[in-house]
């Protein structure tokens, strides 16, 4: 009942930047928490960051400092501006949202944590 779509993955060089953006649709009451998980090869998911509707961030240690988390609850939109990146942080980047689903009459109907379809990033020279 939700879609996450997510754009602005690419190629970037060690030290650039990258911005990274997922809007979600469909029936939407609300939106509590919305992130950023990453998956490298051979690794487990994690998450990269994470942005409640009130405002509150989190981030992984090995991010802090140099990616931003930010969101726009209007437009069910949310952003990962990512800077000073590392070959490391080459992955495949997922977006994520805690959707309460708005049901037919418009009322809050039920929650579902809702994915999108991953977006590649690679860091290399």
């Known amino acids: 009942q939700v879609q996450l779509v997510e754009s602005g993955g690419g190629l970037a060089q060690p030290g650039g930047s990258l911005r990274l953006s997922c809007a979600a649709s469909?029936?939407?009451?609300?939106?509590?928490?919305m992130g950023w998980h990453r998956q490298a090869p051979g690794k487990q998911r994690e998450l990269v960051a994470s942005?409640?509707?009130?405002?509150?961030?989190n981030y992984a240690d090995s991010v802090k400092g140099r990616f931003t988390i930010s969101r726009d609850n209007a437009k069910n939109t949310v952003y990962l501006q990512m800077n000073s990146l590392k070959p490391e942080d080459t992955a495949v980047y997922y977006c994520?949202?805690?959707?309460?689903?708005?049901?037919?009459?418009?009322?809050?109907?039920?929650?579902?944590?809702?994915w999108g379809q991953g977006t590649q990033v690679t860091v290399s020279a």
């Open positions: 469909g029936s939407i009451f609300s939106i509590t928490t």
């Open positions: 994520n949202a805690d959707v309460i689903i708005r049901g037919s009459y418009g009322l809050a109907v039920a929650n579902e944590d809702a």
């Open positions: 942005c409640t509707d009130r405002g509150s961030t």
